[in-house]
């Protein structure tokens, strides 16, 4: 009979952990980046390899690429005439490196320029469709911020779901302008403002990554000579001349760039070089102007940990068309998924809790007042956020057969539940092997009911919230060549200057012209 029990027992207690919801293990999603900063000293990439500079040499390494390359320059040559050019084409440099990058299917998903500083970031194309929300913006620091010449260009994105903040900088020159640099980096946190509700500053963001020349040099410039650094830099007593770097000392005495986080440079100092060579320009002292910072928000929701591992970080000496080395560092970033509960057993299982919180909150003046579960839910959390990937929300084109040249053609595509239209947006015709989001041939607004809903009745704005099927006419206008294949691409888009994300891409198809119809005088 004790054995029955025991067994009986033992088998309610099985029941018990079978009736209980299994334990979802912690899923991840990593992805890496390769960053590069460089002050190319006006210099053009004419018969300049760049393979290396982006560890691209051989066909090993190919097979193993990052997801992004994040390219800052500095000092890109800024003379009207370039600056006219580059209304109408791509700068030089980013034209050599999509010429480099192409080859291996990435895409320029964004690229700003403020005078001679440069910032553009590359995708794979598998990934197009997981970005979101991709915005520029600027800060002058040049002058009082009158002059271009010195500030910070940025690109703000997210990426499944994670917001990234890139800055490219360049910040006040000269051993002794340490206070200028620190009010640089003021300046440019402060006015540097998004359009993305919750992210619109800076350090906002999940992840940062700050980079550029930074023009921080080495304390002790009445003790410590240019010749002298450099005799420490022959006997590679790299430890204990990073010691003196100003960068290192103000992030540790909180006065800028305390938020950010870097792996101290082990290489030697990337300034100043005499022009084609690896020799020191002795009229000033070396120092490490070039570098790459980084930060993360590793708690900053309730269902996911964030991190970020910088696995590289190095100069590449053999570059000497500048008085800079260039400097690149590779990041590997990772949400870490934790199990998420449903609505309804978090209400089963704090059912008493969350009665009598609902009732005390209610009950007096001072607590906020909660009308839903949702608010309990938040107000229970602390208000800490929740994760989310909204990238499998994306526009289904119905596949298109052929597309006429001179004719009208309607294209039909489907928009899912819970997606949100922007003001402005938008579906551009590309070619099938484009290499930059801003090569489109031709493009229509979508007649979104964004700006009118105020005008809509309940049923017309709830039926914008469901799935529907949307039909559109494309101007016979649009003349496409022949022979080539082509792609429609949805964004989602605010406007001029505004948030840009691709939502949808379209199968391949062809195009012809329709032969004309026979006349009287062709029939025999």
Request: charge should be neutral.
């Amino acid at each position: 009979m004790f054995q029955r029990k025991s067994s009986s027992k033992r088998r309610r207690k099985s029941v018990r952990h079978d009736n209980q919801p299994k334990a979802v293990p912690p899923k991840s999603i990593t992805k890496r980046l390769y960053i590069l900063t460089w002050n190319v000293s006006t210099k053009f990439p004419e018969n300049l390899s760049l393979n290396k500079l982006l560890g691209l040499e051989n066909a090993h390494q190919d097979a193993d690429l990052p997801d992004f390359f994040v390219i800052g320059l500095q000092e890109v040559n800024a003379q009207p005439q370039n600056t006219l050019y580059n209304l109408f084409k791509d700068d030089l440099w980013t034209q050599r490196f999509k010429e480099l990058l192409k080859e291996r299917d990435y895409v320029v998903i964004k690229t700003e320029q403020m005078q001679g500083l440069l910032l553009s970031v590359f995708a794979r194309r598998k990934h197009l469709l997981h970005l979101r929300q991709v915005e520029t913006e600027y800060t002058r620091t040049g002058l009082g911020g009158i002059w271009g010449n010195k500030g910070a260009v940025s690109i703000r994105l997210n990426v499944y779901g994670c917001s990234i903040c890139l800055v490219n900088a360049h910040l006040a020159a000269h051993d002794h302008m340490l206070e200028e640099r620190i009010n640089d980096y003021e300046k440019i946190v402060q006015e540097h403002k998004f359009h993305v509700k919750t992210k619109e500053a800076i350090f906002d963001h999940d992840y940062v990554f700050w980079f550029g020349d930074l023009n921080f040099r080495l304390t002790g410039e009445a003790t410590t000579s240019a010749e002298d650094i450099r005799a420490m830099v022959a006997k590679d007593e790299i430890k204990k001349l990073i010691e003196k770097d100003q960068l290192l000392l103000v992030r540790r005495e909180g006065r800028a760039f305390e938020k950010l986080n870097e792996k101290l440079p082990q290489f030697p100092p990337t300034f100043k070089f005499e022009h084609g060579t690896n020799d020191y320009d002795m009229k000033r002292r070396p120092a490490w102007t070039d570098r790459i910072l980084y930060a993360v928000k590793e708690n900053h929701y309730r269902n996911v940990k964030l991190t970020v591992e910088q696995t590289s970080y190095k100069s590449h000496p053999s570059y000497n068309i500048s008085d800079h080395k260039p400097v690149t560092s590779e990041f590997t970033i990772k949400v870490v998924r934790k199990p998420q509960y449903s609505g309804e057993r978090f209400k089963t299982q704090h059912y008493q809790r969350l009665s009598y919180r609902m009732a005390i909150a209610n009950g007096t003046e001072s607590s906020p007042q909660l009308n839903s579960f949702d608010d309990l839910v938040s107000d229970l959390t602390d208000g800490a956020q929740v994760y989310e990937d909204t990238t499998e929300r994306t526009i289904v084109f119905k596949p298109i057969e052929l597309w006429l040249v001179g004719e009208p053609n309607k294209i039909e595509y489907t928009i899912p539940a819970g997606f949100e239209e922007g003001s402005a947006d938008w579906i551009g015709i590309y070619r099938e092997d484009f290499t930059s989001l801003s090569e489109y041939l031709a493009y229509e607004y979508t007649e979104g009911f964004k700006e009118k809903q105020h005008q809509l009745n309940a049923q017309q704005k709830q039926h914008l919230k469901n799935t529907r099927t949307v039909e559109l006419n494309f101007s016979e206008n649009v003349n496409l060549p022949l022979g080539v294949r082509y792609q429609l691409l949805y964004f989602q888009s605010t406007g001029s200057r505004g948030v840009t994300g691709l939502v949808g891409i379209s199968n391949t198809f062809a195009v012809e012209k329709r032969c004309p119809s026979p006349s009287f005088d062709d029939i025999d």
